[in-house]
């Protein structure tokens, strides 16, 4: 995409090539661009708008039925904000009083969009200028321009005097597509980003499920949010914002399940029980497995693994249950005789502190069967151990 090309699918012969692409989408390439030919669409508009049309039907996973409306970057698309997450987020910035919002790297405006439904006004910058018109184009094509404005500019050259709140979801991946792990590697980088907290103490960022604890900025709240078991980012909430020390927040069937605490407890250590809960990664990134634990008289076999066991399977949203029917100190030969006395062919295999190859485990333990099971691979009190377990 370039501007020249976004201009052209902004006109109203780009918006017909874009309704019939959208036709075409899923047919495959050669025959969907020979049917836009068919339909007398110039070869150049009409690649840019199949290329929007696969995009679009992409995003819906993440925007739902906004997607079919807005115009995507692979790479804007790839970092956006799911519009579920950006929801949440912008409820809470403006329960927080705020009216106005400067969002510092806007992407294709996923945050911007969920602000702006929240009622704030939103200042939104990104320094590519491609992906700042691709914004623009969103807010204008869900009918938000009147409360969002978009430039495309460093986020460093933003004033930020006039503005109650400021969003900064920097970019964290090289301009070849790969990821960065180093904050200081983020554009804009870690030292402009945490010090906005210092500028406008409303200040939320947005960071990587990996971000480290001690980068928590002192006094803000530090969140993990999941969306169906997968942890999908960090977010720090600063100043007045910061409620809880650690907050872990999961997503599932439209509902919201939110676990919060210090972040600094040790959950009691014991022997295995009837019941392993594997925590959603939410809160074990946000270091609330003791605060978990407590919600079902849970202890941990071993004092760094994030497996809780429990004499009773309590329904939660905050981890998987699982009933253990043999505990095996853990070797191939045991684990492989041990299966198949019990005729299983198909396992689940998952593992916390356990170094085991998984792939090659199961090529080693030649299954066949027809029974199914779950085997968990973990430490106990210091020993490599297999657990067979079933749904709880
Ligand atoms: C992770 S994306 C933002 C995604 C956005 N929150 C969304 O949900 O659509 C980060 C964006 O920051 C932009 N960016 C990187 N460095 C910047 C800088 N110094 N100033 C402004 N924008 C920058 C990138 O072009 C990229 O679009």
């Known amino acids: 995409m370039d501007l020249d090309r976004l201009a052209a699918l902004l006109t109203p012969e780009g918006a017909e090539a874009l309704t019939a692409a959208a036709d075409v989408a899923t047919d495959d390439p050669l025959s969907a661009a020979s049917a836009l030919r068919a339909r007398s669409i110039p070869p150049e508009l009409a690649a840019s708008a199949l290329t929007q049309a696969v ?9 739902g039925a906004d997607a079919r409306a807005m115009f995507f970057t692979r790479a804007g698309l790839e970092q956006a904000t799911r519009a579920e997450v950006a929801t949440r987020r912008a409820a809470r910035l403006a329960a927080s009083g705020a009216r106005t919002v400067a969002d510092l790297g806007c992407g294709v405006g996923a945050d911007a969009i969920a602000f702006a439904r929240a009622g704030l006004r939103v200042r939104a910058v990104d320094a590519d200028p491609v992906t700042a018109a691709v914004a623009a184009a969103n807010v204008t094509a869900l009918g938000l321009a009147d409360r969002v ?5 460093d986020a460093r050259d933003v004033a930020l005097d006039d503005v109650d709140a400021v969003f900064c979801d920097p970019a964290r991946r090289t301009a070849a597509g790969r990821r960065v792990f180093d904050p200081n590697a983020y554009s804009p980088p870690w030292d402009f980003v945490v ?10 960022l947005k960071l990587a499920p990996g971000i480290d604890h001690d980068l928590v900025p002192p006094g803000a709240e530090a969140e993990w949010v999941s969306v169906r ?6 977010a720090f909430w600063c100043g007045p914002l910061a409620a809880v020390p650690r907050r872990a927040t999961l997503l599932r069937d439209g509902e919201a399940h939110e676990l919060t605490g210090s972040g600094q407890e040790s959950a009691p250590v014991g022997p295995v029980r009837r019941y392993v809960y594997d925590p959603d990664g939410a809160v074990v990134r946000a270091h609330l497995v003791a605060e978990f634990a407590a919600t079902v008289g849970g202890t941990l076999a071993d004092p ?14 905050y ?9 095996l100190p853990f070797s191939v030969k045991r684990l492989r005789s041990a299966l198949h006395a019990r005729g299983v062919g198909r396992i689940t295999i998952t593992k916390r502190g356990s170094a085991v190859d998984v792939e090659r485990l199961r090529r080693d333990l030649r299954l066949t069967g027809d029974a199914e099971l779950t085997v968990v691979l973990t430490r106990v009190a ?11």
């Open 149 to 153: 404005s978009v430039a495309a500019a």
């Open 304 to 317: 760094t693994i994030a497996y809780v066991y429990a004499d009773a399977a309590t329904a939660t949203p």
């Open 319 to 327: 981890a998987r249950c699982l009933e253990i029917i043999d505990t």
């Open 382 to 392: 210091g020993a490599q151990t297999a657990l067979l377990c079933v749904p709880a």
């Open 195 to 204: 010090g906005l907290a210092g500028r406008v103490p409303r200040t939320v």
């Open 229 to 234: 078991g997968e942890v999908v980012e960090a």
């Open 55 to 63: 995009l679009r039907r992409k995003a819906e996973a993440k925007f």
